[in-house]
Each structure stands twice: as C-alpha cells, then as structure tokens.
C-alpha cells in the first residue's frame, strides 16, 4: 500500500491508498499501529471501525480502484479522522438507521463519534469524524461503561485491577443488564427484543 506511515510518534498521519478489499484491511491495521506508537491503541478499535467503514464507502460510492487518503491526528484529547477522495459528491444522512444498508455509515458515525461532518476540497471532499482519548489512550465508550459499573448502586469499591476488581466488575454488569431489561418491560418494552438489537450491534461493529 503506498503511504507515508510515519515511523516517529507525530501529531498527524497521511495514508494514501487505493479503494480495493485488500488495501481497506491493510489501511485499519497501519491505523491500528500508528495509535499505538501515539500511545492511545484503547482507541484502536473503534477507530478501525470508523476507518473501514469511511474506507468502504469510498468504495461503494466513489468507486473501486478509485484514490483516497486517511488523515490521522491527535489533538485537543481528540483522535480526528479524516477520508479525503476525490468525489465532489457530499454524503447525506438519510432516515432508516442501522437497518438501512444506504447510509449505514453515516449513521455509525453520528453514534459513535463525538463530531462529524463533510467538507468540499480543492480536489474533492473530506469526510471527518472525532472520538476523544483521554491521556491514558481509553476508548471513550469502555470509559464510560466503566464509569457507569464502578458507579452503579455503590455495587463496586474496586478499581479495575486484578482477578476480584474483574469479579466485581462482570457481578455489576449483569445487575445492571437486568434492571434495564425490568425497565424496558415496565415501560411496555419487549427486553428479548431489545436484548435481540443490542447482541445484533454489537456483532455487527465487530465483524466490520
């Protein structure tokens, strides 16, 4: 894949590439690296995720072969990625959520990012996403779950931290799941299905 991977832990990132099956999945892992060399690889695979979707839909909508470019950086505790191709077409977010194939993307990044938008160049457009790191390199979403557990009814004294601290941790999650299960159903709610939607998002964000 050509590129300009950087070998030094810098604030920005430039890769260019090809919109091909293989050169999508050689792009999500160097993005994976260079997080790493940054030291915010927490981050890495909720910003696989966002590179292999903004990457497809350059495929899909742009059109395969075509030339496009991943900028990474950090700035501000945010971890900004940008999509640069050369089509002048602006994607637009259109209703039907997740269960919408057209557009799908768009909705992945309005709700797994904290800011995102479109932008026309001098030589096509941009497509921009921020997630935030903290100076420890957490996943915001893993940082807020862990929040919410450590928090919830006083269940848990203890950090995150050796074989017990896991324990408690898990023990506080399942209470949790099922008092929104009770809560989905006293408010009407049907919690198999709920408990449906949540596994199929969760697979789904994985196996992309």
Sequence with gaps: MPGNEVTEPQPRCVLPFEAVPS?????RRA????????GVSAAAEEAEL????LATNVLKHVGEGAAATLVLE???GRLRVEMHDRSETV????AGGWESECGRGLHMLEALTEDWGTALTAVG???WCEVRVDSAGLCPRIERATEVLERYG???ATPISGRYGRVCMKDAAIALIADLLHWTAACGG?????LDQAQARYEGEVAA
């Excluded at 993005?31 to 940054?38: E, F, G, I, N």
């Excluded at 966002?50 to 979707?53: N, Q, R």
């Excluded at 049907?190 to 709920?194: A, I, L, M, Q, S």
């Design 74 to 76: 950090r700035r501000d």
């Design 50 to 53: 966002l590179v292999t979707e």
């Design 91 to 94: 994607p637009v977010l259109r």
């Design 154 to 156: 006083n269940r848990v």
């Design 31 to 38: 993005a994976a690296k260079q997080l790493s060399r940054w």
């Design 190 to 194: 049907d919690p198999d299905g709920v």
């Design 125 to 127: 457009k941009s497509v």
């Design 23 to 27: 050169e999508i999945s050689l792009l």
